[in-house]
C-alpha cells in the first residue's frame, strides 16, 4: 500500500481527497493546520491507512515524509481575496512553504510531486483557449505566488524525482470543508437563500470551471500514469468555460424556481480567462464526469437538508477577517507537529 502525504489536508478540495485516495488503497498522511476545524475528517477516525498530523506546512520536519511515494502539495491560503489580506502571509506559504515542501521531498526520495496551482495565473487572459504554453498574466499576490511556485519548482524534476502542475479551474461542488465564496456554490446559495443571484461586473468575463471530485480523480490520475507522461509538465484542468452570466441563468433553469439574476457593472475582479483543457485529455485521457447541472442539484439538496450551513466559515477570506491575528495563528507552536 502506497503512502502519500497531502499537504492542505483540511482544505476544500483536500478533506475530498484524504476520502478518495483512502477508497482507491492508498495510506495517508493528511498534514494541515485545521484551522477551519479537525472535524472535516471525523469520519474517517479509525481508518488504519490514515495518520492526520495538525502542524505548520511552512516548517515540515522531514519525518513528515519519511516514506512517501508522493507529496500531493495543497497548502495554500486560498482564493485571491484572501491573498491580498496579509501578502507577506501568502508568499510565505503559497510560494516559500511549497518550495521548501518541494526541495524536501526529493531530498527524502518521494518519487511524485504534485503542486495545486491554479488557472488565475492567466489572469486577464488576452485570447481564448489559452493553454499550457500561453503566456499567464497573473493579476493578484495568489496568483502570482502560484506561478512563483511553478517556475521554483519544475526545475528540481529529474529521472528519480517527477514534477507534476495542475493549474485547476474555478472548483465548485460539495465538500467537508465547504466553502460558498467559489462562484457555482455561491450563486446556488444566494438562490437558496433570498431567490437571487448577483452578478458581478456585468457577468461577462469567463471562468473556467470543474467540480472538486473531479479535481481529486485528476489528482489520483497523475500519481497512477508513467512518469514519461506527467515528468515536469503543467495540465490545466477543467470542465469547461463559461460566462459568469451564463453561469447564473443556467443556475436559474437547473432550479426552475423563478430565481432573479440581478446584474451589477461595477466589480474590482477584473479576472477573465477562457483556457483550454485539451492537453489533459489528450496526455492523460482526463474527461471530467460532473457538470454544473450535477454541482447545482447536490449543493441545493444539501442546503435544503441542512447538511451544510452557510456560516462566516464557508467564506475564506470571512473566516480569515474574523481571525484576530492570522499569522499568530499560524505561529501557534504548542499544536504544531502533533498526531491527532
Known sequence: MKLVVVTGAG?????????????????????????????????????????????????????????????????????????????????????ESRFRTARLSKANGVSRYVLMSSCSVYGAGQTFSLDEQSKPNPLTVYAKSSLDAEAAILPLNSNDFSVVVLRNATVFGLSKRMRF????????????????????????????????????????????????????????????????????????????????????????????????????????NYNPQRDITFGTKQIFDALTSRQVIRSDKTSTVNWYRKLKEVEELFRELSIDDKII
Open 181 to 284: 465564496d467559489l462562484v457555482v456554490n455561491l450563486m446556488v446559495a444566494t438562490a437558496f437563500e433570498r431567490g437571487e443571484i448577483i452578478v458581478m461586473g456585468g457577468g461577462n468575463q469567463y471562468r473556467p470551471l470543474i467540480h472538486v471530485d473531479d479535481v481529486c480523480n485528476a489528482i489520483q490520475l497523475v500519481l497512477e500514469v508513467s512518469n514519461e507522461a506527467i515528468a515536469g509538465e503543467i495540465f490545466n484542468i477543467g470542465l469547461g468555460n463559461f460566462q459568469v452570466i451564463q453561469i447564473a441563468f443556467l443556475i436559474r433553469q437547473i432550479l426552475g424556481m423563478g430565481i432573479k439574476v440581478i446584474t451589477v457593472d461595477d466589480d474590482p475582479d477584473k479576472r477573465s480567462y477562457n483556457v483550454s483543457f485539451a492537453k489533459a485529455s489528450m496526455v492523460l
Open 11 to 95: 482544505g476544500y478540495i483536500g478533506s475530498q481527497l484524504v476520502r478518495q485516495l483512502l477508497l482507491g488503497g492508498y495510506s495517508v498522511r493528511a498534514i494541515d493546520r485545521f484551522y477551519f476545524g479537525v472535524d472535516v475528517l471525523n469520519d474517517l477516525r479509525g481508518n488504519p491507512g490514515l495518520e492526520v498530523i495538525r502542524a505548520d506546512c511552512r516548517n515540515l520536519d522531514p519525518k513528515h515524509l519519511t516514506g512517501a511515494y508522493a507529496v500531493l502539495d495543497l497548502v495554500a491560503l486560498s482564493n485571491d481575496p484572501s491573498g491580498d489580506l496579509d501578502p507577506l502571509l501568502t508568499k510565505s506559504i503559497n510560494f
